[in-house]
């Protein structure tokens, strides 16, 4: 974004944290209740923090590390082995090739520095970065775990004051309209890279959405450029697809955070800080440009903004299920919120959505159909090996993935019968309780999707009482049919 703010540059994503975490302490900490349930909230939405820094901190001394490697031994090879060796270095990163910093020619470098970090030899530096990777993703889930808490007892919380931000709603629109601006210009003006191998490429999800590439919004780009550049290759514009589909995700969860604010909460403040502590967690400014992160995320969102009409929150829900499969699992409790009144629709719209994401991958051609419905829907055992997280190799063995697995399912399946009542906040701490329970058997970076949960997490904490939304009072019912005369 240099061009657009002259000698701007990205803040580091540590420098984002912190920055971050006491601009959210200063706006909504509650100084005059100090041992208030909101101040507990606070906390446990900033211990997501450290591992998300952790994480980012293994993958890139990882492949800082094989990048300095790889680049000794192009400078010691025939030319005849260079093509074997970036093959071996893509193996290694997920994709990742030689970056621009990093050429053939430059054998006379210091050894003992790469990109101005420290390292060690090979196998211990390569070590020291899969455990901090590691950890990361442990402090991930842990700090997932009280949050997870939080919102199976919300429903019990009947006493809920209203606690709003400490600025006035002009002040709040201020800053979330100025980094809704700065976040969206970085990824305008990333550049594009290819997926790596996690999520729906390997792991349950919908195939077509493999094609777009990622947009890293972090100031050091990690990954390979997009094959063939920007304007070149067999889908050249992919990229700006990807850059529209990026802002338009983020956009449509903001939006959806203060309509629900405006519309159910009947308090606009609430939706714009919600809104606005969305953008400011140190989690917005790093994967904002990840659609695998942004759309289902959105469509969730906006599923919720629209409960009053079940066939539309059920069209929104069936394609935010249909392109990440893990949505899958919320169909119990949004069944049980309409099975007095709504349920038709609701299915009706999830079904339509499913047949139509179903039948759009028939553009991949029929042979591999029927492989794409199987990973549409995960349709096979549970993954044992290739996994990333907590699961990767030479971590936590994969077979304790199983009970979690059986958990999350059985959590899922229990909010058909609790709360008996439901109403808006048990949709919403419900939501937000099963995204957050995927992420602990999640194969393929578990911890990371934090925007399946973020939103209803916020909106649980911030929310009033709202025991009196509930479908039969909120669903309009059918019009009845004009009896026809008798004969």
């Keep these: 974004m ?21 601009l959210l302490l200063s706006i909504y900490f509650v100084f005059h209740r100090f041992f208030s349930v909101r101040n507990l909230d606070i906390v446990l939405l900033l211990l997501l923090a450290p591992g998300l820094m952790m994480v980012y901190e293994g993958r890139r001394l990882k492949l800082v590390e094989t990048q300095s490697i790889v680049t000794e031994e192009l400078a010691k090879a025939d030319p005849s082995d260079v093509g074997r060796l970036v093959n071996v270095q893509e193996t290694q990163t997920g994709g990742a090739g030689p970056s621009d910093s990093t050429t053939t020619d430059d054998s006379n470098a210091e050894p003992s520095s790469v990109d101005g970090y420290p390292r060690t030899e090979g196998a211990d530096q390569e070590w020291s970065a899969n455990q901090l990777e590691f950890y990361g993703f442990a402090a991930l889930l842990l700090a997932c775990t009280p949050l997870l808490i939080r919102m199976l007892i919300d429903p019990a919380l009947v006493r809920r ?5 400490n600025l006035e709603i002009g002040g709040l629109s201020f800053i979330g309209i100025s980094l809704f601006l700065f976040l969206m210009a970085n990824v305008v003006t990333s550049t594009p890279q290819e997926q790596r191998q996690r999520g729906p490429k390997l792991g349950p999800g919908y195939a ?18 997009w094959p063939g550049g920007e304007s070149s290759g067999s889908r050249p514009w992919l990229p700006n697809i ?13 939006f959806g955070i203060v309509g629900i604010g405006y519309w159910h909460f009947e308090n606009v403040k609430t939706g714009i800080g919600c809104a606005v502590m969305y953008l400011l967690l140190p989690y917005a400014a ?11 995320a959105a469509l969730m969102v906006l599923a919720m903004l629209a409960y009053r009409q079940p066939l539309v929150a059920g069209v929104l829900l069936g394609l935010a299920a249909g392109l990440v499969y893990y949505p899958l699992f919320l169909l119990p409790l949004w069944i049980s919120f309409y099975w007095y009144r709504g349920l038709t629709s609701l299915v009706i719209g999830v079904v339509a959505s499913l047949l139509l994401l179903s039948g759009l991958l028939l553009l991949e051609g029929a042979e591999a159909f029927g492989a794409h419905i199987s990973q549409m829907y995960g349709l096979w055992l549970p993954r044992m090996d290739g996994l990333e997280g907590i699961w990767g190799p030479d971590r936590i063995p994969a077979d304790f993935r ?34 957050l329970a995927v992420q602990f058997w999640h194969g393929f970076g578990g911890g990371l999707f934090m925007a399946w949960f973020l939103p209803f997490t916020l909106l649980t904490m911030f929310r009033p009482n709202l025991d009196d939304r509930i479908a039969v009072k909120v669903v309009r019912a059918p019009k009845p049919q004009p009896a026809t005369a008798a004969a």
């Excluded at 240099?2 to 006491?22: I, K, M």
């Excluded at 990807?242 to 903001?254: K, Y």
């Design 2 to 22: 240099s061009h657009l703010l002259l000698y701007y540059q990205r803040p580091e994503p540590a420098t984002w944290v912190f920055l971050a975490s006491f």
């Design 161 to 165: 004051p209203l606690l709003v931000p």
């Design 208 to 225: 077509l959405l493999n094609m777009f590439p990622e947009i890293p919004t972090v100031p050091k780009q990690e990954v390979q450029p």
């Design 242 to 254: 990807t850059r529209i589909l990026a802002i338009l995700s983020n956009l449509a969860i903001v």
């Design 286 to 296: 790093q994967m904002t440009g990840n659609l695998e992160h942004a759309m289902p």
């Design 402 to 435: 199983l009970p979690v697995l059986v958990a999350c399912i059985l959590l899922s399946a229990s909010f058909v019968f609790w709360p008996s009542r439901k109403n808006l906040g048990s949709l919403m701490c419900g939501t937000a309780a099963i995204m």
